[in-house]
Nanobody, 125 residues
Framework: QVQLVESGGGLVQAGGSLRLSCAASGRTFGMGWFRQAPGKEREFVAAISWSGGNADYVDSVRGRFTISRDTAKNTLDLRMNSLKPEDTAVYYC?????????????????????WGQGTQVTVSS
């Protein structure tokens, strides 16, 4: 069983930065961040492989957001720079199923079996 707890959300002006963190208990493999804005479906934001050596991003955040993990501490971070009002959403940390590889980057919600409770990020214009 994996439990995930996010922190670091808040209110920031456009162009600002935030850092989200996720503390995991239990064994984790690939991990990712998703977000859900009001009235919209949950969407992929960023993901990182079990080894931490591979990562992927949705095009809208590529170059602005950076995902990283500390496997020793079992934590996951998302550094968000140059934030835009359209980044406003509840952000969820997720832990993927074990696919038996250290390099897989999972971008589909169906690849994930464990989810945090979410943290609100609001970007004002």
């Amino acid at each position: 069983q994996v439990q995930l707890v996010e922190s670091g959300g808040g209110l920031v002006q456009a162009g600002g930065s935030l850092r989200l963190s996720c503390a995991a208990s239990g064994r984790t493999f690939g991990m990712g961040w998703f977000r859900q804005a009001p009235g919209k479906e949950r969407e992929f934001v960023a993901a990182i492989s079990w080894s931490g050596g591979n990562a992927d991003y949705v095009d809208s955040v590529r170059g602005r957001f950076t995902i990283s993990r500390d496997t020793a501490k079992n934590t996951l971070d998302l550094r968000m720079n140059s934030l835009k009002p359209e980044d406003t959403a509840v952000y969820y940390c997720a832990a993927a199923y074990n696919f038996g590889t250290t390099t897989r980057v999972s971008t589909q919600t169906t690849d994930y079996g464990y989810w945090g409770q979410g943290t609100q990020v609001t970007v004002s214009s």
